[in-house]
Structures are given as C-alpha cells and as structure tokens.
C-alpha cells in the first residue's frame, strides 16, 4: 500500500543549496527541517524550492551552502494556522538524496509525476496577451488517510483540455515544481512580498474510473 501510494507523487530536483537548515517541526521525536536550493530552468532564471528533511537523513548541523544536491521524494502540503486564516504551505519531502561534484544535464534538473484527483472547479482565464491558462488544484492520496493538494498550473492545449475536468475526476499529470513570487495585501497601508509553489504541467492525461 505505502510503495503504491509514493509512486503517485514523484519528485526528483537538482539544484545549488543557498540556505542553512531551518528547524520546522518534530514528529514522534524526530526533526524536520528546511533547506532551500535555487534550481535553474532552461532559461536563465531559478526556481527557489524548499527540501524538508528528516534529521536521521542528514546532518543538520552542516552548512551545505554552494554544493549541488539531488533530492527525491514527493511535493507535499499542510495547512499552516495564520491568525484566522489556514495557508497551505509546500515543500518536497525528501526520501533520499546525494551531493553532485559536476552537473551539466540542466533538462533532467526539475520533474513531478502526480497521479491525483481534481478537488476544485478548474479556472480557465487568458492573460492581456491571448495566451491560455488553467489552475488546478489536485489531491495526491498518502497513506493513513491523508491527501497533499498540490496547485497546478496549465497552458495554452493543456488548460483548455483541463478546464473541461469536473471535480473527481482522476488525472496523471507531469512537469516541473516552480516558485512564484507574489504581493499579498495584510491591510489597507500593509502588503509583503510572499512566494507560491505550484506544479507547471507539461502533459496531463485524463484516467478513466473503471466501474
């Protein structure tokens, strides 16, 4: 059951490590941490996507800082209370990883497979310049019980395809993570600069329920 539940939410990321560890929370003793690694797309820019790791897979203590790491684990979520307000918050839960002496494979740096199900309506829209989108936002069943809801995003073939998907249906969908940087308004005087983690979708494939 747990071997099949992680082959639906697959993740492998290659990037430079440009944080020290940050403490994040405990489970039954055992500390998870944040470490943030800069992935380079093909184009010139970088994707800044938090690792949470375990403390009994690496040692926390060390600065990793400049090295090239390989992580592979799954892109999970958990809602953070903020005041009133819960805030779904993104990391890769890492399973395994190893540090790179040279890379130079940069189409091999980033890519997500999910096997989910559609838990929001699709919303299709076009950006001022005619170019077509679509946001989903998917369930990833874990065991125990528990789901991840990865937002993902879809262009142009792809989010027409998607906009048509009900809530339920079951979809396949690969690509890469990306980060986002955006304003949120707190008040009337205050806003802050904040960063979304979303799915950018390459290929998506509808499943079939069978009866």
Avoid at 43 to 66: C, F, H, N, T, W
Avoid at 141 to 160: F, Q, V
Wanted: with cysteine; proline share 2%.
């Amino acid at each position: 059951m747990t071997e099949k539940t992680i082959e639906n939410n697959k993740v492998s990321v290659i990037g430079k490590v440009i944080s020290e560890f940050t403490f994040s929370h405990e489970v039954f003793g055992e500390g998870f941490y944040i470490l943030e690694v800069a992935v380079n797309r093909l184009s010139d820019q970088a994707d800044i996507i938090p690792l949470m790791i375990s403390e009994r897979l690496i040692d926390v203590k060390q600065d990793y800082r400049g090295q090239t790491i390989e992580a592979i684990g799954q892109f999970r979520s958990y809602n953070r209370h903020e005041g009133t307000k819960n805030r779904l918050v993104l990391s890769i839960f890492v399973r395994e990883y190893s540090f790179m002496e040279e890379f130079t494979d940069y189409t091999k740096t980033n890519q997500i497979f999910l096997d989910g199900f559609i838990c929001k309506e699709p919303i299709y829209r076009k950006t001022p310049l005619g170019r077509e989108i679509a946001d989903l936002l998917v369930a990833v069943n874990r065991p125990y019980g528990k789901s991840d809801y990865i937002p993902c995003i879809a262009w142009g073939r792809n989010a027409r395809y998607a906009s048509q998907f009900e809530v339920g249906s079951r979809l396949r969908i690969w690509g890469r993570v990306q980060s986002r940087e955006y304003t949120k308004k707190i008040s009337e005087t205050e806003s802050e600069k904040r960063v979304a983690y979303e799915v950018s979708v390459s290929k998506l494939e509808f499943i079939e329920e069978q009866e």
